[in-house]
């Protein structure tokens, strides 16, 4: 029998129940009852999952295998300028030899485009866990372009796979593989053939992708839009706007930022699957992490997450979550609808059956009303 990871053993036992497995099977555009969606580690209800694309993939002999990862030296050198010119960026902005204004509007694109992460290519491209009409999803492609992190599809395809082969082989980031190479270590190291033969697997199962128009209209256009909206337009406005020097406007607005946006998302791989609690499944690695969610803007409670991936909140109601108020924000003009959650009868009895006993240390789950789907 084939080795299972922790999501893996959680969809077997998933689908030993007809009526949730039909749920899941569900397309992608109908209405999910939450309460009789099924309760998996999985990533993504979508119409991948009609397909067994597991049939074929032995990860035992993948995990077996002797694999050696190489260097990828043009992004270890990318990586290691961005850090080095980085570092001179912290020491402009400490030494006040930057305007005021510069490192604010840094901090502001930091905040404002991290949205084009966590509400855009995490929560509704890569987990599908709300729908969005055309406006939002361009204004989230718009975000997630100026954090200059690849385009949608490599990335949500990756994030699928990190999902549903978590601390395996094939997991692009394998927390196993220690904090380093989660970190970033993943991203200037070839990748071991196992995430490669399931990276392969995934996209031919993720046609919700194939199908976006904006996701194509971004993946197409990528290298000019990231020129413009990474570099060119961050390092124009401090110039232009407020007369800062171009070095600082390069250094600043366009290195240090893009450095340290690339480290919060880093931090989720990372910190979040290293430190904290396990108050809903204590079996795998990812954690509740306060530090990580207040970085990033709410996509720290990543135990949490990994347990219920289709949640739109990415943890229960009460956690500080910024993103989850953007995404509701959207909601309340109608761009963003069929968000979903777990309900805390869900969410109580996961804790309870695989917790570490840390739920409702520091609050309750909301018992009442607010837990379901909302058109
Ligand atoms: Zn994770
Ligand atoms: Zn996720």
Sequence with gaps: MLRMAPAQKNIEACNSMPSQLKMRLMPLNSKVNNSAQCENNNSVNTISDKVNIDAEFDLEKYEAMDFKAKIRWPDLI???????????????????????????????????????????????????????????????????????????????????????????????????????????????????????????????????????????????????????????????????????????????????RFTITLNIAFCVNSFAHLWGNKPYDRFIKSTENILVSLAALGEGWHNYHHVFPWDYRTSELGRINISTGFIDAFAKIGWAYNLKMATSAMIISRAKRSGDGTLGETEEPDPTAKNESIE
């Design 78 to 256: 990318v990586q290691v300028l961005l850090h080095l010119v980085s570092i001179y960026g912290l020491y402009l902005t400490l030494t006040f030899k930057a305007k005021l204004l510069t490192v604010l509007y840094v901090f502001f694109t930091i905040y404002t485009s991290g949205f084009g992460i966590t509400a855009g290519v995490h929560r509704l491209w890569s987990h599908r866990a709300y729908q969005a009409r055309t406006p939002l999803r361009v204004i989230l492609a718009i975000l997630f372009t100026v954090t200059g992190q690849r385009d949608i599809y490599t990335w949500a395809l990756d994030h699928r796979v990190h999902h549903k082969y978590t601390e395996t082989a094939a997991d692009p980031h394998d927390i196993r593989r220690g904090f380093w190479f989660a970190h970033v270590g993943w991203l200037v190291l070839t990748p071991h053939p196992a995430v490669e033969d399931r990276r392969a697997a995934l996209r031919k199962t993720s046609l919700d992708l194939d199908a976006d128009p904006v996701v194509k209209w971004q993946k197409k256009y990528f290298i000019p839009m990231f020129a413009l909206l990474n570099v060119m337009l961050p390092v124009w406005v401090p110039w232009y706007c407020w007369n800062e020097t171009l070095e600082n406007s390069f250094v600043i607005s366009f290195v240090t």
